[in-house]
């Protein structure tokens, strides 16, 4: 089981954030009760959405796409997230496996 599923739009990422972090980016892969999550640590506070809005901005820069193709789509509110990315899923699997 992996922290992604391909999608004919694209892929849907399971996330764990790390709002305030001094060390910011992408951490590696986790556990969790419910399975593997992406980890990403952000500098923004998780409040009015500037923790979202900036995972959304690394994980786009990270898998080459525009700000605009990366949304949360469950668990705004909450630290584990589910993302959806637009574009091409074979491409954005490849650089998914490379994390």
Request: some cysteine; overall charge positive; glycine content about 8%.
């Amino acid at each position: 089981m992996s922290f992604w599923r391909a999608a004919a739009d694209g892929v849907t990422v399971m996330v764990k954030v790390q709002p305030r972090s001094r060390r910011p980016g992408i951490q590696g892969v986790g556990e969790s009760a419910a399975g593997p999550r992406l980890k990403i640590a952000v500098t923004e506070a998780a409040e009015d959405g500037k923790a979202n809005l900036a995972v959304c901005a690394l994980l786009a820069k990270t898998l080459h796409r525009p700000q605009a193709s990366v949304r949360v789509v469950n668990g705004a509110s909450q630290r584990e997230k589910l993302l959806a990315v637009a574009g091409d899923s074979t491409t954005l699997v490849e650089l998914l496996r490379a994390l």
